[in-house]
């Protein structure tokens, strides 16, 4: 055998063994995009909700509002400023969505807002609120968010201050709000924010940026100092300290001196997608939920655990319905253990672990403990907070992280969450081992594969000999790979809606309509990211023509003739408008390229690995393979062209607000 042959047998096995986990790796990828893209929770019914509590606003206080997602929400940029202002006493708090239905917290915390936007004006008078909490709000810029960001000028426009966690400036930037500033957001989406709002200045290396007006902070417990300051400003310094101490928060220096190392990404941080495309047996973690539960120890919890993809978290109560927190949220639990039996008690048997969050977790969260005891003899109950009561909730939760998954991944979790603290140990395996058996599989059945197929192709051939030495297997190879490369990117971005007017009556048009509520976590298979590859959020797809858009309803036609149906707007996912269908040369020229290039490099591959006299070259077998391809994939075009569909939006543009109109002026500003 040749040296060349020898060369080209070993670039072959070595793509086998590289290109399987590398393609579960962009598979875990796109797991990681899609998880900011939840499909809407399942309306509930009004009388349930005329049920939920909610706080009622004393006329004495200014009003802080947080404002919630109509899909998702980051769950600490929610729920620590909630209980930093409740704490405060100063301040009627509250929760606020564009609709008060069910919306999910990252992590999978579901929560029923206090008031829907046009609730809390009727509530308010002609009054505007003192602060508007903004937390980051991932799909801000999908038309079921855009009230949040015309509400939010308003705000603005009157007075208001704005003070933003973490990613919530880009809803800020998204409003106009920022144009010709300094602003702030979490260290690993700066480059991103500088691409989309060039307008604005973006800074590093402070903990929060503070304009009077307009307050933001860097990433997810950087909001801590902010509001911290915020308070201060307010109530006084006396008042932020005592929120702090009974936060047990180590680091109040960060209100006063926002000043602090940058962070950046680094090689460390891939631990993130290595947990995503390759963690094996995946924590399945029930967190108790009871009255009175601490809002921040319980995000502690969801954020340290599942955001860095080694645990699915589920909340478990002790009776179905809304639980009110220590101050006041409305939680809706995922698991309930009464009444007793059905799926809910058998989902509760499947848990690893169950976690009882707060320092008084023992005592009031007794109940909830007994119950998951009694259903699931074998679980246990661990106190991470009760067993450590002096300590801020954080701490004890990383180094939970690192003792049941890894040491890395505590750091990647400290690193993302922009805790900086001397007190936290981490002790726990040095290297994420869970995510190395699935890798080394993949690679070793890739290697198989080839192995075989050479065997097989050389078992067949009658006369053998060595493989030409010829530069066309490193071509194909070559070839092959950048399919794959050029195509996954392409499938990761997913489909982007399309700045356009509203639809117009008579407009064909494919909703996508939902039909299931996805917020319960999947449990974990070897082969979980590939089945979940090209999943629609179980949305249906139904093609009509519109009819009308009346409020908060589309009138969709199936049929002619037939009466419209009424959709919800609750109940869509997304709108897409019919482009028509391409002429029949379009279609079949778009559909021979991808068969005529992946007949070409898999020909040109397979025939450099083993071949017989008189066989034809790899460069005439790959052009004969395109040929073919190509013929097949024109012909299958231009037979049934498929109708192509813009992505639009239900509601008229954002309007736009100067910032003329913004400039704070002593008529507009006032004190909360």
């Known amino acids: 055998m040749s040296r060349m042959s020898r060369l080209t047998r070993s670039f072959i096995y070595a793509a086998a063994f590289t290109v399987p986990p590398l393609a579960a790796a962009a598979l875990g990828l796109r797991e990681l995009a899609s998880r900011d893209h939840p499909a809407r929770l399942s309306p509930m019914s009004a009388a349930s909700i005329a049920a939920a509590p909610r706080p009622t606003l004393d006329p004495t206080k200014p009003t802080v509002v947080v404002l919630l997602g109509a899909d998702l929400t980051e769950i600490t940029d929610a729920v620590a400023p909630y209980e930093m202002f409740a704490r405060a006493g100063r301040f009627n708090v509250v929760t606020a969505a564009p609709e008060r239905q069910p919306t999910l917290l990252s992590g999978g915390l579901r929560i029923l807002p206090h008031y829907s936007l046009a609730e809390i004006d009727s509530a308010l008078g002609r009054r505007s609120p003192a602060i508007v909490l903004v937390p980051n709000i ?26 933003s966690w973490c990613k919530g400036a880009m809803t800020l930037a998204h409003a106009g709000l920022l144009d010709g500033r300094t602003a702030t957001a979490h260290w690993g989406d700066l480059p991103k924010l500088e691409k989309m709002y060039p307008q604005v200045e973006w800074v590093r290396g402070v903990r929060w940026v503070d304009h009077g007006q307009l307050v933001m902070s860097a990433g997810i417990t950087s909001g801590i100092d902010a509001s911290l300051h915020v308070i201060a400003r307010l109530a006084g310094d006396s008042a932020a300290r005592r929120v702090a101490r009974e936060l047990r928060y180590p680091n109040y220096h960060f209100a006063i001196d926002p000043r602090a190392e940058q962070y950046a990404l680094r090689p460390a941080d891939g631990v993130l997608l290595a947990n995503a495309a390759f963690r094996v047996g995946r924590s399945r973690t029930g967190v108790a939920l009871y009255p009175g539960v601490g809002e921040v120890d319980l995000s502690n919890v969801y954020d340290a655990h599942a955001h860095v993809m080694v645990a699915d978290v589920e909340t478990v109560a002790e009776h179905a319905g809304v639980v009110v927190s220590a101050h006041g949220l409305t939680l809706l639990p995922s ?57 801020f909730g954080l701490e004890p939760v990383l180094e939970d992280l690192a003792r049941t998954a890894d040491v890395p991944t505590a750091r990647f979790a400290m690193k ?10 981490l002790e726990g395996s040095a290297f994420p081992w869970g995510t190395l058996p699935l890798p080394l599989a993949l690679g070793a059945i890739g290697v198989l594969l080839a192995r075989t197929l050479a065997r097989t192709l050389a078992r067949r051939a009658s006369r053998r000999r060595p493989a030409a030495a010829t530069p066309a297997a490193a071509v194909a190879a070559a070839a092959l790979v950048g399919i794959i490369v050029g195509v996954t990117p392409s499938a990761l971005r997913g489909q982007s809606p399309d700045a356009i007017a509203p639809i117009a009556p008579n407009t064909r048009v494919r909703v996508d309509v939902l039909t299931a509520d996805i917020s319960a976590p999947a449990r974990f298979t070897p082969f979980g990211p590939l089945a979940r590859f090209g999943r629609r959020d179980r949305a249906q797809p139904v093609i009509g023509t519109v009819a009308a858009v009346e409020g908060d309803a589309v009138l969709l036609t199936l049929r002619p003739g037939a009466d419209p149906v009424r959709l919800p707007r609750t109940a869509i996912r997304e709108v897409h408008v019919s482009c028509g269908r391409p002429p029949r040369w379009r279609a079949a020229l778009k559909g021979a390229v991808a068969p005529a290039l992946v007949g070409a490099a898999l020909s040109a591959l397979t025939t450099s690995i083993r071949r017989e006299d008189g066989d034809p070259g790899p460069a005439r077998a790959a052009a004969s393979r395109a040929a073919w391809g190509a013929a097949w994939g024109a012909a299958r075009g231009a037979w049934s062209p498929k109708e192509r569909w813009r992505r639009v939006s239900l509601l008229p543009p954002t309007p736009s607000v100067s910032m003329e109109e913004l400039r704070p002026t002593a008529k507009a500003r006032r004190a909360p």
């Open 416 to 425: 993302r969450l922009e805790y900086r603290s001397s007190s936290v140990r």
């Open 335 to 391: 698991l309930a253990l009464s009444p007793s039996g059905g799926r809910d008690a058998a989902r509760v048997r499947r848990l690893d672990r169950l976690v009882v969050p707060g320092p008084e977790g023992r005592e009031r969260g007794a109940s909830v403990a007994s119950a998951a005891t009694a259903a699931a003899p074998s679980l246990r109950a661990e106190y991470l907070h009760a067993d450590q009561p002096e300590r």
């Open 138 to 163: 991932p799909n801000i810029a999908q038309e079921q968010n855009r009230p949040l960001v015309t509400w939010l000028q308003r705000q603005a426009v009157a007075g208001a201050m704005i003070h």
